[in-house]
């Protein structure tokens, strides 16, 4: 799994892209926040979802928010670490560059309103 850059919550790869997230379960409401860094110093896609962090629920609420929000199916998303953690990368099977396209153009307008 390449690493996720320090400036971008996205990293494209052979197999798609990769996202960085961090994850609030147990919110009062779906929904994506904007960025944050990570403890690591990455930057990520901070959301929070209502779901509880247990049996997968909380991990399955952040794919139908970020599936829905980016017009993709979800079954092309897939999380490739951190599952039983607030910091987890997803994979986007597809194009890595056409999807980096299309999730910076998503990223500017959710930074500009």
């Known amino acids: 799994m390449p690493a996720i850059e320090a400036h971008s919550p996205f990293r494209v790869a052979s197999e798609g892209l990769y996202v960085a997230l961090r994850v609030q379960p147990k919110a009062s409401q779906d929904r994506i926040e904007g960025l944050a860094r990570r403890p690591d110093g990455a930057v990520a896609i901070k959301l929070r979802v209502g779901a509880p962090p247990e049996d997968g629920k909380a991990n399955a609420a952040a794919?139908?928010?970020?599936?829905?929000?980016?017009?993709?199916?979800?079954?092309?998303?897939?999380?490739?670490?951190g599952a039983a953690s607030r910091d987890k990368v997803l994979r986007i099977a597809g194009d890595g560059s056409a999807?980096?396209?299309?999730?910076?153009?998503?990223?500017a307008a959710q930074c500009s309103s």
């Open 63 to 81: 794919i139908k928010l970020l599936a829905k929000a980016w017009g993709l199916a979800k079954s092309d998303l897939d999380l490739v670490s």
């Open 99 to 107: 999807l980096l396209r299309k999730l910076n153009a998503w990223l």
